[in-house]
């Protein structure tokens, strides 16, 4: 009979790591493309009110933000401790709001106009008056459609 030598021990071939670089690469390209940068850093505190009815918005680029609230303690120096109005990134009065929402639109092209929505993002600790002045703005510029943010609370019985 004939009689089986050994095999040699099979050594484990080495893995190719040309590839790895490629794929890196894609997903990198991949995260760049899909994200989507902050628009504007927040110079006002805001503790949003707490709403029953609450829905979400469905297309967010459409959305211009209008914050109020009082400005971060860092910001107080220059500001205050009083409730203040923020433009994208800059502390600003309600007189601007028009020319705030005129830039909007024409930052937009001409068939999303009818659809720009804006957002007031106020602390709860905003009084009315205020919120009511932004209101009046609004108006007068023309810009009618306005979303009132807040955070999703129970129904008091």
């Known amino acids: 009979m004939a009689r089986f030598t050994g095999k040699k021990a099979k050594e484990t071939p080495a893995l190719n790591m040309g590839s790895m670089s490629d794929i ?3 997903l990198l390209f991949f995260f760049m493309v899909i994200t989507t940068m ?16 609450v829905t979400k918005l469905e ?6 933000y ?11 120096k220059k500001y205050g401790t009083e409730p203040r ?5 800059q502390i600003s009065e309600v ?6 929402v005129e830039k909007e639109r024409e930052q937009r092209i001409e068939a999303d106009r ?4 804006t957002a007031i993002k106020a602390d709860k600790q905003v009084r009315m008056g205020m919120v009511t002045d932004i209101k009046q703005e609004l108006r007068k510029a023309g810009a009618l ?12 019985k």
Do not use: C, H
């Open 85 to 89: 109005i923020q433009l994208n990134d």
């Open 66 to 76: 209008i914050n109020v609230g009082v400005p971060m303690p860092e910001q107080q």
């Open 24 to 26: 890196i690469f894609m």
């Open 114 to 117: 009818p659809f720009l929505t």
């Open 145 to 156: 459609k306005i979303f009132y943010n807040a955070s999703k609370g129970t129904r008091k």
């Open 95 to 100: 007189s601007d709001i028009i020319a705030f």
């Open 38 to 53: 902050r628009e504007s850093t927040l110079y006002v505190k805001i503790i949003p009110p707490q709403g029953t009815e």
């Open 59 to 64: 297309k967010k680029s459409l959305v211009s």
